[in-house]
């Protein structure tokens, strides 16, 4: 007799042994013959189907005319019940019940009592407890022994006194004169077993045991109502699943084949489902077994494990209360949570934002006696995470130390990552030495982490060092840790370093995503480079990436830091267009951008969006009406001096309407305003930028406020009799006549592109020019005569009394004055007594520029005026043309101030009323042109100084407007020209 071990059953994620269903209609066919048996059909058949069967393995189990039984002097030639009973142990071990009714098949259709032993001992031994569930199986040989001896081989004892056994009606005596006690009251049933759960696979088989004791000769087995689920797995079920339409039931398509399941194959079935991303499915097939009655065969394969797999299913805030339902609903079962359950509940709570309920939650596992593992502690670091609590997080690494857990690498991670955004970089690199100690290798997210918490706090060489410390761990540098250094520059405002690492980024492969992006266009942006962020937002776009909220935030700002108001205000156009809300750092850049322009049409755009976001709960201004106060107190939050000057506006603008509707006696003996900052915020400027800017506007506009900052914010406080004294004047009306009401048009963005558009191209075409005729007309103050420099202001003098005299405009005298001092800085030897000649001559050539012909005056004329003889200013006339060429192109200081003032918008008739500065300007002009020290400047600059000098004694806030620093790229930085006759001027004018 062969003694080899026969093969152990395939697995099958708790599913019976393949083929069984379909392989034994095939073979076991009743035989012609008056035998009891099965006929053999044939060797190799039989061969071919207990291979595919995987019941045994032919090599251990040999199928040809030897295995032929022969008992006394009879033979049976066939392949009868003994030969299923070879093929069949391993998996009647494992299945009690499926024992039980072969041996009942086999005891009622066979005469041959050998074989009746074989199916008793088989049966038996299925059913002893310590053999189910043995990882060392019986070998074949003991199988097929009789029970005298299977008694001294395993420990366990045969029934041994008589009971009645219910075999096709009839009692049945056993071999050896023992009696078979009732199967379908044995008690062999593992106690405290691995195989207890298994019962429920074993009630499938049963199903499908009774199908194929019905099987006739030349049925098959699915043609007599046979269960086609025997020989699946969950892999299979899934695929059922996945290939139904949405409209198919779930439960129609596999219900059977939940038969076959444990719970545990049932969970992985479901969460198998769920990575699939056919949650939907998972939660049909699982509400449906919850909805069975609990006599049902299926019900208990909802239990500990399955109702665990569906909490951690349940991921968004509309899910939690589900989750909290279903763990209501186990405990109502009986069901006791364990730490897995509790770890997953905490983990629901977490992506719902609900991090209280979270630490509810675990405290209420602790108080059940649930001991936290691992995964539990890394749950908990994460709420602490979230909460802001680094302390507490750190204080986990301890507890685990305490408990004899030994913390991973994602423990350490999160840890660094809770110290990170605390903002404690130091604590950060403590917990990394913790991990090195530990003997924990660091990985690609603990290098991110660290190098992250260097950049928050600016510290971009430290981050620097860390990527150098991983780059020679040989630690990969993935999409994550790029974007955090880069995030870094960005902080520490060091964006060519920002563009280096981008371009190392790409040689190693790594492909950037919209973290990235954003990142490096905030870099841009801090560098002042507009121009590379727009790029950077086409390569992104490019790509396929779409722009989110931080994006466009980082372009407006971008094009804050560059003035371009018309680029900001169509990209936040668009971002509203893709579903983007701008949040008040936008909403605080694209003020500063469009009233830092200085253009009239782009402020009264802000003065528009300042009421639009206050509409949606942004710059909301509160007031304290508190009856015991004497002070009547506004404040609200704004955090760049363009969103402080619109919310000063309109709050002033707001007080007149106040006192004209309530009299003064709903103001107090004193009122207050206060501004705040945000906690965080990227546009968020200096404080003492922005009191600078306050202060300046409200003395140019003789406010009684005063301006001081108390306790990092910003606060404005007068008496109200002096307040609202001020509020009737004419400067408050002047100061505030664009935030008043029925000045702010509505405009669409395409009419005010429009119409900034050509007045922009307009007027840099014109300054084009004026370069032009600076570069070619420059004046040399070191050739200049000294001794008319020496009469500058009788020169300047006397060509305002010529002009007049002679009936010319202003523009013209400044002309005039223009050619004289180029003609004096030829170096030409002139007597210093006839200057005035030259300078009556020269006013006649500019005349002839600007004046109309009608307005020329006689020779006649001007010698009765000036006593010159007409042929002496013919002369020196003919004279002056030679020295100059014949070019008498020039561009006086006042002229290129009108081009400045037609820039801002001052043409527009309507905003007339917004011009402070056109009344003051011609005194300045002429006490300009009074001082030799703006001889040798530039036009452009001498204008640009005299209007930033009185824009500040106006108190209009920009003093030198993006728009023109844009056209001029004049810029008011320390040494610069205009910087030096801006200081020169308001000596001048001071002196």
């Known amino acids: 007799m062969n003694t080899a071990r026969a093969a152990a059953p395939r697995s099958g994620a708790g599913l019976g042994s393949p083929g069984l269903a379909e392989s034994f209609p095939a073979m076991l066919v009743p035989s012609t013959s008056a035998s009891d048996s099965w006929a053999l059909p044939s060797s190799d058949l039989i061969t071919t189907e207990l291979e595919s069967m995987s019941l045994v393995d032919t090599t251990f189990v040999p199928l040809h005319s030897s295995n032929i039984h022969s008992s006394g002097s009879h033979v049976y030639k066939s392949f009868d019940v003994h030969s299923v009973h070879h093929a069949s142990a391993p998996v009647l071990l494992e299945n009690q019940e499926l024992a039980r009714d072969l041996c009942d098949s086999t005891l009622s259709s066979c005469s041959d009592n050998t074989f009746k032993d074989s199916a008793i001992n088989l049966f038996s031994i299925a059913s002893t407890p310590d053999n189910v569930g043995s990882r060392s199986d019986p ?51 593992p106690r405290d077993s691995p195989r207890a759960r298994d019962k429920q696979r074993g009630q499938g088989y049963r199903k499908l045991w009774q199908q194929v004791t019905k099987v006739s000769k030349g049925q098959k087995l699915h043609e007599s109502g046979g269960l086609p689920f025997s020989d699946m797995t969950v892999e299979d079920l899934l695929r059922i699943i996945m290939r139904l339409a949405p409209q198919d039931s779930s439960i129609e398509a596999i219900e059977q084949g939940l038969y076959y399941l444990d719970s545990s194959a049932l969970a992985a079935l479901l969460k198998e489902l769920a990575k699939q991303g056919h949650i939907k499915r998972s939660v049909e097939i699982f509400d449906w077994l919850r ?128 110290c990170n955004k605390g903002g404690q970089p130091e604590q950060a690199l403590k917990v990394y030495d913790k991990m090195l100690a530990a003997g924990i290798k660091p990985s690609a997210t603990t290098y991110t982490a660290l190098i992250s918490a260097y950049g928050k706090r600016g510290m971009v060489e430290k981050a620097m060092e860390i990527f150098q410390d991983m780059i020679r761990r040989g630690c990969e540098r993935n999409v994550i840790t790029y974007s955090s250094l880069i995030s870094a520059c960005e ?9 280096d690492l981008f371009n190392k980024m790409h040689r190693e492969n790594c492909k950037p995503n919209v973290v990235t992006y954003n990142s490096l266009i905030a870099a841009c942006a801090h560098g002042g480079h507009w121009e590379k962020a727009c790029e950077f937002m086409e390569q992104m776009q490019r790509q396929g990436f779409k722009p989110d909220s931080i994006t466009y935030g980082a372009l407006i700002m971008a094009y804050e830091k560059g003035g371009q108001w ?52 942004q710059f909301r201004i509160y007031t304290n009406t508190r009856s015991e106060s004497d002070c009547l107190q506004y404040s609200t939050l704004a955090f760049t001096v363009g969103a402080v000057i619109v919310t000063l506006l309109r709050w002033l603008a707001e007080l007149r309407s106040k006192l004209v509707k309530d009299g003064p006696g709903a103001f107090r003996s004193k009122i207050m305003f206060t501004l705040h900052k945000s906690k965080q915020a990227r546009s968020e400027q200096p404080l003492a930028a922005i009191q600078e800017a306050v202060s300046a506007l409200l003395v140019g506009g003789g406010s009684p406020l005063l301006v001081q900052v108390l306790d990092n914010t910003l ?28 000045h702010v048009k509505k405009m669409t963005l395409d009419a005010l592109f429009g119409e900034d558009v050509a007045v922009a191209a307009r007027c840099t075409e014109a300054f084009a020019a004026v370069r032009r005729v600076e570069d070619a007309r420059l004046i040399n103050l070191a050739l200049y005569n000294p001794a008319v420099l020496q009469q500058r202001a009788q020169v300047a003098q006397l060509a305002l009394k010529y002009s007049a005299a002679f009936g010319f405009k202003e523009d013209t005298m400044y002309d005039g004055l223009q050619l004289f001092d180029m003609v004096m800085s030829r170096g030409m030897a002139i007597n210093a007594n006839i200057w005035p000649l030259y300078l009556c001559a020269c006013l006649l050539l500019a005349a002839h520029q600007g004046e109309a012909p009608n307005s020329w005056p006689t020779y006649d004329q001007v010698s009765l005026l000036t006593g010159f003889g007409s042929e002496a200013l013919s002369s020196l006339e003919r004279s002056i043309l030679l020295s100059l060429n014949n070019d008498l192109s020039c561009i006086s200081a006042a002229r290129v101030i009108q081009l400045y003032l037609e820039r801002l918008g001052h043409y527009l008739p309507e905003f007339k009323g917004a011009d402070r500065i056109s009344p003051d300007l011609p005194a300045i002009q002429f006490k300009t042109a009074c001082s030799p020290l703006s001889i040798g400047m530039r036009p452009s600059v001498v204008a640009a100084g005299m209007l930033v000098v009185v824009r500040r004694m106006k108190g209009l806030v920009p003093a030198w407007p993006m728009s023109l620093q844009i056209m001029t790229t004049h810029t008011l930085a320390p040494g610069t020209e205009l910087s030096q006759c801006v200081g020169h001027l308001e000596a001048l004018l001071h002196g």
């Not at 001896?149 to 009692?171: I, K, M, N």
């Not at 609903?329 to 509940?345: D, K, P, W």
């Not at 685990?400 to 991670?413: C, D, F, H, S």
């Open 139 to 189: 070998t074949v040989a003991e199988y097929l022994e009789p029970p005298s001896r299977l008694a001294q081989r395993h420990p366990f004892q045969l029934p041994t006194q008589p009971a009645r056994v219910a075999l096709s009606g009839e009692d049945k005596a056993g071999p050896s004169g023992t009696s078979i006690s009732d199967p379908a009251t044995a008690s062999w049933r």
């Open 291 to 418: 909805s069975l009655e609990t006599t049902h065969e299926l019900a208990p394969l909802c239990d500990l494990y399955t109702y665990t797999t569906m909490i951690s299913q349940c991921g968004s805030h509309q899910q939690l209360r589900r989750a909290l339902e279903l763990v209501a609903e186990m405990r109502s079962r009986g069901i006791q949570c364990n730490v897995h359950t509790y770890s997953a509940l905490m983990n629901v709570c977490i992506k719902a934002n609900e991090l209280d309920l979270a630490s509810d939650v675990y405290q209420q596992m602790l108080d059940e006696g649930c001991v936290p593992n691992l995964v539990t502690y890394n749950i908990l670091i994460d709420v602490y995470v979230k909460k802001g609590q680094w302390e507490q997080a750190v204080g986990i690494l301890d507890t685990l130390e305490r408990q004899g857990i030994q913390a991973e690498v994602r423990t350490y991670n999160t840890v660094i990552s809770a």
């Open 491 to 499: 902080k520490a405002g060091r964006w060519e370093l920002a563009l």
């Open 566 to 617: 018309r680029r900001a205000l169509k990209a936040f156009e668009a971002m509203q267009a893709q579903g983007c809300h701008p949040d008040g750092s936008v909403i605080n850049s694209l003020m500063e951008v469009l009233w830092q322009s200085g253009v009239t049409l782009a402020q009264v755009k802000a003065l528009q969006l300042w009421s639009l976001a206050n509409k949606n709960g």
């Open 715 to 742: 606060a404005l406080e007068a008496p109200s009799s002096a307040l609202i004294a001020w509020l009737k004047t004419p400067a408050f009306a002047e100061l505030t006549f664009l935030a008043q009401g029925s």
